[in-house]
T-cell receptor, first 115, second 117 residues
């Protein structure tokens, strides 16, 4: 089955700096890679995703890159703000097949943005 | 877009008592549904998933069970709770077509925080 490794486990940055979180996956058949943000005591919220037919996707201050050959993908947050502080999870799955949409999650990264 | 409801929001139960958590989904038909558990400060553990009514698959052997009596209703149960069952229980939904999600986006409900004493 799929295995997703996420690094770092904690990340501390100053407001305005950039933050990068990296994930590697093991199953070359995986074709859908979402990122979730979870604030304390809340549900995970889907913030951006990427499919295997593209290498990069941006949405305002966040971007995700995918390297299929190396089987890794990364989340980039620019101009960080204190409200970006949360736990971030990456995930991977093969959408459209007998994985039935089951996501394999990374272990999470606690991002702290200091004012 | 989908809306996922879960109740209760919080629950405190004694060891050995039964459990029933409910999840309902609006705004989609034939969703794939999932139950996750998140222990304090930890990641997301998939417990069960369902591709249709009465079609349940278990990912982790445990004293929990799940049922799907209606297309958009998913229930998590236990006959006797253990201390280790404490955690944040999340229901999630993905649009599906005969069980095969074409888009992949998975959305979470607000969760139930369960404390077993």
């Amino acid at each position: 089955g799929e295995n997703v490794e996420q690094h770092p486990s904690t990340l501390s940055v100053q407001e305005g700096d950039s933050a990068v979180i990296k994930c590697t996956y093991s199953d070359s058949a995986s074709n859908y890679f979402p990122w979730y943000k979870q604030e304390l005591g809340k549900r995970p919220q889907l913030i951006i995703d990427i499919r295997s037919n593209v290498g990069e996707k941006k949405d305002q201050r966040i971007a995700v890159t995918l390297n299929k050959t190396a089987k890794h993908f990364s989340l980039h947050i620019t101009e960080t703000q204190p409200e970006d502080s949360a736990v971030y999870f990456c995930a991977a799955t093969f959408a459209g097949g007998t994985s039935y949409g089951k996501l394999t999650f990374g272990q999470g990264t606690i991002l702290t943005v200091h004012p | 877009s989908q809306t996922i409801h879960q109740w209760p929001a919080t629950l405190v139960q004694p060891v050995g008592s039964p459990l029933s958590l409910e999840c309902t989904v609006e705004g989609t038909s034939n969703p794939n549904l999932y139950w996750y558990r998140q222990a304090a400060g930890r990641g997301l553990q998939l417990l069960f998933y369902s591709i249709g009514i009465d079609q349940i698959s278990s990912e982790v052997p445990q004293n929990l069970s799940a049922s799907r009596p209606q297309d958009r209703q998913f229930i998590l149960s236990s006959k006797k709770l253990l201390l280790s069952d404490s955690g944040f229980y999340l229901c999630a939904s993905t649009e599906g077509t005969s069980g095969f999600p074409q888009k992949g986006e998975q959305f979470f409900g607000p969760g139930t925080r369960l404390t077993v004493l």
